[in-house]
């Protein structure tokens, strides 16, 4: 969730940003200063999200600043508690503040925490003369960042939810749905980088008699296995799915030494080493096929990989 990445490159977050401005420029309105902001901190420093659009704000949105920098929100994320700084040019502690520099000498900070109590960052005024901040300041930002940390949860919520919309709960792989939508995407993407696709279809041999014999839980162990060796035995690039109870796809993009043949037998060769704890190797049957340039239908060609699957299965059978 709060992998350090700034929610202004998310598009998740652009809704929320416009409603954001909104309750910045009330803040600082409301406490009477000329410069308010909800400050985002990442390992990579400081960001504004949201700038209080007076005039005199030395600082607009967006703006970037060091981690290392000695800003009062630095203390602020580092103590995870309100600061109240009357007058800073008073106190040798703030000596190399930049924002002193700029005329803000006083800062009223609150911590904001994402939803699984991490530090988001901070929600602040400042002011250009020394400031006694009145306590109905600090109730009425303490309710602005309740608002913020209310609006955070929504937004990880809604993420969470079209997360599972398109996951595969027991491996992690997208499910069929997902599988769908993103590989419709990457061919186009690929097609006008006139890179050559495949579509590899997978299925777990023998799967009943593993549940059979030995449990479901080695079952589940066997499915989990094949998912993990397509991770790691695929490209980043490339998008594998489960789309049923021992099913799997998965689309390639083939480099130009590649043929598809190479790929599925680097998939066999790790599939067969995979470790498992009961006394079976894993065996897979899978089935490739050529992703054609134009007008694309995966239901089909989903089928079309099926049956080449089928067929090695049945050769593999009879061997
Ligand atoms: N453990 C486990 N088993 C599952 C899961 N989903 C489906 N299955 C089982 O997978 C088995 C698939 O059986 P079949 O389609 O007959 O295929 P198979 O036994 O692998 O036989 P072949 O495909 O012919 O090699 C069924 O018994 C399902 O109950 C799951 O999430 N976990």
Redesign the pocket.
């Known amino acids: 969730m709060t992998e350090t990445l700034w929610i202004h490159d998310s598009e998740d977050y652009q809704c929320i940003l416009e409603k954001w401005q909104n309750t910045v420029d009330v803040m600082a309105e409301a406490c009477m200063s000329p410069a308010g902001f909800i400050v985002q901190h990442t390992k990579y420093g400081f960001m504004t999200a949201v700038a209080s659009s007076n005039a005199e704000n030395p600082y607009g949105t967006g703006t970037v600043v060091d981690p290392d920098t000695n800003l009062y929100c630095k203390r602020v994320v580092e103590t995870k508690k309100v600061l109240c700084v009357n007058d800073a040019t008073k106190d040798r502690y703030w000596d190399d503040n930049p924002e002193i520099k700029d005329g803000l000498i006083a800062y009223l900070g609150l911590p904001i925490f994402w939803p699984n109590g991490e530090m988001f960052g901070t929600i602040c005024i400042l002011n250009f003369k020394s400031t006694h901040y009145p306590m109905i300041f600090q109730k009425l930002m303490f309710q602005f960042r309740d608002i913020i940390e209310a609006d955070l949860q929504l937004l990880e919520n809604n993420k969470l939810l079209r997360e599972m919309a398109i996951r595969d709960e ?1 491996t992690g792989l997208y499910n069929r749905r997902g599988f769908k939508d993103l590989a419709q995407q990457q061919h186009k993407l690929a097609c006008r980088l006139r890179q050559s696709v495949g579509l590899l279809y997978l ?10 014999q030995v449990g ?5 162990e ?2 989990k296995a094949t998912a993990k060796v397509l991770q790691e035995a695929l490209r980043s690039n490339d998008i594998s799915a489960r789309i ?3 099913e799997f796809v998965a689309m390639v993009f083939l480099e130009a030494l590649d043929t598809m043949e190479i790929v599925i037998e680097r998939l066999e060769r790790r599939l067969i080493n995979e470790k498992m704890t009961f006394e079976r190797p894993l065996s897979v ?1 899978i089935g490739g096929i050529l992703v054609p340039e134009q007008d694309v239908n995966f239901e089909k060609l989903v089928v079309s990989a099926d049956k080449k699957m089928y067929q090695n ?1 049945k050769s593999k ?1 009879k061997n």
Do not use: F
């Not at 299925?203 to 059979?212: A, C, P, S, V, Y």
């Not at 479901?216 to 589940?220: C, S, Y």
């Open positions: 027991l299925d777990i041999d023998d799967l009943k008699e593993i549940n059979d479901h839980a080695a079952g589940d066997a499915i049923g109870g021992d049957s299965k059978k």
